[in-house]
């Protein structure tokens, strides 16, 4: 099985520890991110950016930069479990869409994130220049951001609807946890459609003063932030964290 559930069944063992690892460290991160972002507006130096992205302008650059690479890192690391071959041969998401193939995808969204720059409107002087924009211009930068960014989003996505949900149902429990990524999966897919339709509701300025309306509600930061603590329990959970985060919290203590 490739499924957390069922490894219970199965012994214990250093992949499947090492899997549950990854998978509750990347979900912290993705929830420690908007949280610390939103919290560094109490500090003087800092603005409440309109976007999660656009906090790259102000002194929580690095903190966006290393949370969002460091993610990109787990997703590289994440081989996940390998093709199931019976369950290729009537579905094709098993082959094409498999835990590792997915987890690239969505690790290159991630530094395609970190590395682009955002479009932004924000006036705040950079120096040195950030390196893309030395290399291309800043628009060109701002659509790779974006096409990261769904790209990031909508691996995401699939992990939610069928990579976590692959196996067989045998308990309530199965279907209940099946049901939880399922909704999550739907929720990130929600998240980019939003996203999608903001960003072109501003651009072709179909309703005027919504740009103002947007940036003045945070708009855009609070749908990213809603996929990324979306992201981080479908993965929580995934990884076991009621389990893992306490017992590592008991190793570092020594308990």
Known sequence: MSDAKNQSAEPK?????????????????????????????FLEAVIFAPSISEFYYTPMREVLVGTIGAIAVFLISYKGYPIN?????????????????????????ALGVAFFPTFTKIDIALSPDPLMWSIMSLNTAGLLHQVSAIMFFGALGIFCLSNFRRGEEKTLDD??????????????????LALIVIGAIIKFEVWPDFEVFAD????????ETVGLITFAAAWLRKGQALTTVPAALRQLVGL
């Open 216 to 223: 003045h509600g945070h708009l855009i930061f609070w749908v």
């Open 13 to 41: 063992n250093d992949l499947v520890e090492s899997y549950l690892r990854i998978r509750t460290a990347i979900g912290i991160l993705a929830v420690l991110l908007p949280v610390a972002l939103f919290a560094s507006q």
């Open 175 to 192: 279907k209940r946890e099946n049901t939880f990524y399922f909704k999550c999966g739907v929720v990130l897919m929600a998240c980019i």
């Open 85 to 109: 071959e019976a369950r290729a041969k009537g579905a094709w998401t098993e082959r094409f869409l498999s835990d590792r193939r997915v987890s690239y995808w969505a690790a290159f969204g």
